[in-house]
């Protein structure tokens, strides 16, 4: 079977890595790819959202499944794409339709949804520039600190959480009159700031069924103890030691069945990933998010921890068969710590020579912001830049394996945190 993969991160390369081991798999290909994927697949110098030059290479290539990696693809209606033209019907595609990955691009239909099919998630209002007024007053009336959301797709960058009215009032000000995040926040939801531990469990769906893949643990903030800027991610754990039977059958029963059951309710054909952003409080599960894809950098944990043939489960996916498939787990620890480059998340130089890779051992090394040069030398291209992966009988196993790979792994202004996990050693299950 002919395969692409839509994408150019860590997430890609985790799933080429996977996908690579199936004996289904006769032919792999990646756009854009990166360093990495280039080593196990073939890249095609393609973007993800350029549907006139990725639907004319599917038919040259005969590509017969394709796995789109990214939201904006999605949001923009891919597979719609496909979907309205004769030649390419036959194609299996791995992600939703533009309806579905509402999901993800509006926050606002997100908790829409959410309300009408009773899932737990945090109180919220939706306010429009012309709102402008009437959400400043409501932001007066609610407790601190207070979240404030971009609707649309923002980067990663849409999610402030204000501290002060002050600090919420400019915020509302710039999303709405200032256009912040451009048409991102030509509405913006305020939401109630929920208090407990995140975690992100993923599922992957045929639209009438689905299955659940390992969940896992990630870390935005660049700083060590959960300081500083929030990033794309800096790393993440799998299994999460408090996600216990009975706290898995509270996401699963609350959470992911009324969302497939709401989906199909409202004849939203989903087929694809669904990420549930959730957080536990006081041992209830609550929506902070969902995304219409797998996450980054908990791809790169999740993935590795799946044993079961991944083109078998994504094929029973994409044609409707997905009940007939059974889905195993390695019962290992899985961690993975992100190297990024200096000065991320701000400003940060591309091109610094990467180099030592080749003296990791016991380490799965999914590149993230990568890129080969004309000379065949591996070059940072992005922000962050390598995610590291390592099993183990327990987190600390795992980790020391990870942060010994970071170590070694050397180019100009590397940074990575020490303390992926950690704090989940403190929690009994």
């Known amino acids: 079977m002919k395969i692409l993969i839509l994408g150019s991160g860590g997430r890609e390369h985790a799933l080429a890595w996977k996908i690579k081991q199936s004996p289904l798999c006769s032919q792999l290909f990646v756009a854009p790819g990166n360093a990495g994927t280039h080593e196990i697949a073939t890249n095609v110098a393609i973007g993800v959202n350029d549907f006139t030059a990725i639907t004319d290479f599917v038919l040259k290539e005969s590509i017969e499944l394709v796995v789109v990696g990214p939201e904006e693809p999605l949001v923009r209606g891919i597979r719609n794409t496909f979907e309205e033209r004769e030649d390419l019907k036959h194609v299996l595609i791995v992600g939703p339709g533009r309806e579905g990955a509402q999901l993800e691009g509006s926050k606002d239909f997100s908790k829409q949804f959410m309300q009408r099919h009773n899932i737990p998630t945090a109180r919220y209002q939706t306010f429009t520039p012309e709102q402008l007024e009437e959400g400043l007053e409501y932001i007066d009336k609610q407790e601190l600190p207070i979240v404030l959301k971009a609707d649309g797709l923002a980067a990663g960058k849409g999610v402030i959480i204000a501290q002060s009215y002050k600090e919420a009032h400019e915020t509302l000000t710039d999303m709405l009159a200032h256009q912040k995040f451009g048409d991102a926040s030509s509405r913006v939801v305020i939401e109630q700031y929920l208090t407990g531990i995140e975690l992100s469990v993923f599922v992957l769906t045929d639209g009438k069924d689905y299955k659940i893949l390992p969940e896992a643990k990630d870390y935005k903030r660049i700083g060590e103890g959960d300081t500083g800027l929030n990033t794309g991610g800096m790393g ?11 706290f898995m059958q509270k996401i699963d029963e609350r959470i ?4 497939i059951e709401g989906l199909y309710k409202e004849n939203i054909s989903y087929v694809g990933f669904i990420f549930f952003g959730l957080i536990n409080v006081d041992g209830e599960p609550y929506v902070i998010e969902y995304n219409a894809r797998m996450g980054d950098p908990e791809t790169e944990v999740v993935i590795p921890r799946i044993q079961s043939d991944l083109v078998e489960l994504l094929v029973a996916t994409a044609n409707g068969t997905l009940s007939e498939k059974r889905i195993q787990f390695v019962p290992r620890i899985a961690t993975t710590v992100m190297l990024v480059s200096g000065g991320y998340p701000g400003d940060y130089e591309k091109g610094k020579v990467i180099s030592d890779t080749g003296k990791v051992e016991n380490v799965l090394v999914f590149h993230a912001g990568t890129k080969l040069t004309p000379d065949n030398r591996v070059v940072t291209d992005g922000g962050r830049v390598m995610a590291l992966t ?12 990870s942060n010994q790979a970071a170590e070694r792994i050397q180019w100009e202004g590397k940074y990575y945190r020490k303390d992926i996990g950690l704090d989940l050693l403190k929690i009994s299950k």
């Open 236 to 246: 993440a754990v799998s299994p999460v030691p408090f996600v216990d039977r009975e």
């Open 256 to 259: 992911i069945w009324p969302t």
């Open 390 to 401: 390592a099993y183990g009988a327990d987190i600390r196993q795992a980790l020391a394996k």
